[in-house]
């Protein structure tokens, strides 16, 4: 099984950017895709970035053209360059893991507020 170690997360006002880190350990061989997804109060889950093992990537509508989602292979850990950030990108993000079942990171918060 593989666990998920999230970071980055913090206050930044509208404008900023952040960088949300996402390290994963033990059985990361068969690891299919990671990614973020994002949860704000009252609001259903949402998916924002994946990244597949072979390099393609793939953003929500909301985010194009401000996030980005790359990886480190050596580093086995998973980025996500969030830039021009929204009150609206307010959330706690979580990032996953694809194998042959979904493992969940703790989730890191995001607050975008001036």
């Known amino acids: 099984q593989v666990q998920l170690v999230e970071s980055g997360g913090g206050l930044v006002q509208p404008g900023g950017s952040l960088r949300l880190s996402c390290a994963a350990s033990?059985?990361?061989?068969?690891?299919?895709?990671m990614g973020w997804y994002r949860q704000a109060p009252g609001k259903q889950r949402e998916l924002v970035a994946t990244?597949?093992?072979?390099?393609?990537?793939n953003c929500a509508d909301s985010v194009k053209g401000r996030f980005t989602i790359s990886r480190d292979n050596i580093k086995n850990t998973v980025y996500l360059q969030m830039n021009s950030l929204k009150p609206e990108d307010t959330a706690v993000y979580l990032c996953?893991?694809?194998?042959?079942?979904?493992?969940w990171g703790q989730g890191t918060q995001v607050t975008v507020s001036s």
């Open positions: 990244i597949t093992t072979d390099g393609s990537t």
């Open positions: 996953y893991a694809v194998q042959r079942t979904i493992t």
């Open positions: 033990g059985s990361i061989f068969s690891i299919n895709a």
